[in-house]
């Protein structure tokens, strides 16, 4: 079993085997898509695009129009659409979509929205022009919520700032080679590049992620593909980016020097996984289990997380992820069929990144602080901060809980000043210990 070790505030170092015990809820954002009643109340996808004027465009898949009662049913009247978006300017939410809130369409509408219809993907802003890509489903046979088929991806444009629908168009590839684009896009070096999904059978539908690039300013001009090794303008050549499979919803982007990438597992599995690498087309590597959803309700699941990158803080990356049941039963509990919102330290997807070290919290304040060690959860390093006022004697050492010496990290006079010590764990075994930081002053001093 894989070795993780959490030193929490009382100065405990413990040794556990669930790296995501970190991770932690998001009340706010968790509130915030139900501060306002009278329009988007409830949908799955929760994809976001950060737009440069700071507002944050949310789109989302099948959702329902209409008002919430107390109870968390919704009001009868209320509507049911394949597609809709919230435009968020700090604390203020707005539906958008087609019709009026009475009667209302598509935000993108399908000239046959009974048979035909968009689910929204990522997007940008390019050229004052806000480009969003809508995968295409149509209806099929099959068990009912899951009677559908992918056909198409389209490119829809939309002015900026003010998001109103200009044209859309069918991206030529999907015929080509199957890959199903627009899970995500990232920019960089002169580069669009637009992620996507391919099946590798028809008895399992097992997804692996696949990238194109085009050059910054057009995506409608002609796409390079990912061979394995290389670019290629073929696209039939396109290669997965890892040996990993990826949900229907994924995210990529790009942290400290390296790419990352977030999907939950499939199929409509509670786990969340990350995976990182040096270059945009992979290979990904680094498989870490960030955080196990909980099942609110007996029939519910939870599937699709999503990294929002724009609301980064304190070093935590706040995630996205879907819960939805059995369609009737939304009616009498919206919270059945809606996004959950959680923070996760960033750490814990790659040791290198950034830790907030300056943004820990003092354990112990006078002559001597001490700030709880980064990373935190851990599996083999760790660091702890301190700071002294004057010159003193410090020592570091770690014990069992019956007080048995285990390692001695510092046991010397240090000068004033900030110090970050670091923890060798790699031969620890699990257990729970104690991190204890003595300050024995010798005369001499």
């Known amino acids: 079993m894989k070795k993780t070790i959490l030193l929490l505030p009382a100065l405990l170092l413990v040794l556990c085997n669930q790296l995501y015990s970190q991770v932690h809820s998001d009340s706010a954002f968790n509130s915030q898509l139900r501060k306002f009643n009278g329009g988007w109340i409830a949908g799955d996808a929760t994809f976001s695009i950060a737009l440069p004027d700071h507002r944050t465009l949310w789109l989302f898949g099948d959702s329902f129009i209409g ?54 993907e990522h997007g940008l802003v390019e050229n004052d022009t806000l480009k969003i890509f809508f995968s295409e489903f149509i209806i ?15 490119l829809a444009n939309f002015t900026y700032p003010g998001i109103e629908y200009i044209s859309k168009t069918k991206l030529p590839y999907y015929e080509h080679n199957k890959v199903c684009y627009g899970n995500s896009i990232m920019t960089e070096n002169g580069y669009n590049y637009i ?30 593909f990912f061979n394995g090794s290389s670019w290629s303008d073929d696209p039939t050549v396109s290669f997965k980016i ?40 992979g290979p990904l590597n680094n498989k870490t289990l960030l955080y196990s959803t909980p099942i ?67 354990i112990r304040k006078g002559p001597l602080k001490i700030f709880q060690n980064t990373p935190n959860p851990v599996e083999d390093f760790t660091q702890v901060k301190l700071q002294l006022e004057k010159m003193q004697y410090v020592s570091l050492e770690l014990k069992d809980m019956s ?5 001695s990290f510092v046991n010397e006079v240090l000068e004033p000043g900030i110090h970050t010590i670091a923890l060798d764990l790699q031969n620890l075994k699990s257990g729970l210990l104690l991190l204890r930081i003595g300050q024995p002053i010798p005369e001499t001093y």
């Not at 099929?140 to 389209?154: D, L, R, S, V």
């Open 242 to 281: 890892g040996n990993v499979a990826v949900s229907q919803q994924y995210g990529f982007f790009k942290q400290d020097g390296k790419y990352v990438l977030i999907s939950q597992d499939i199929w409509l599995s509670p786990k969340i996984f990350s995976f990182t690498c040096v270059t945009p087309s």
């Open 296 to 362: 609110l309700y007996p029939t519910t699941f939870t599937y699709n997380a999503f990294p929002h990158t724009q609301f980064t803080e304190n070093n935590e990356l706040l995630i996205s992820y879907n819960t939805n049941g059995d369609f009737w039963s939304i009616f009498n509990n919206v919270e059945i069929y809606r996004p959950m919102f959680i923070r996760v330290p960033l750490h814990m997807i790659d040791t290198s990144f950034a830790t907030g070290l300056n943004e820990q919290p003092e």
């Open 140 to 154: 099929t046979t099959g068990t009912p919520g899951f009677n559908f088929k992918y056909t198409a991806a389209y």
């Open 195 to 224: 992620y996507g999904r391919k099946e590798t059978d028809t008895v399992y539908h097992i997804p692996y992620p696949h990238v194109a690039r085009v050059p910054v300013g057009n995506l409608l001009a002609p796409w390079e």
């Open 403 to 407: 007080g048995r010496n285990i390692q």
């Open 67 to 120: 008002t919430v009662n107390p109870d968390s049913s919704i009001v009868g009247g209320s509507h049911f659409i394949r597609n809709c978006a919230v435009i968020q300017d700090g604390d203020s939410m707005r539906s958008l979509h087609g019709g009026t809130f009475a009667n209302p369409t598509d935000f993108l509408t399908s000239p046959q929205p009974d048979s035909v219809w968009y689910w929204p």
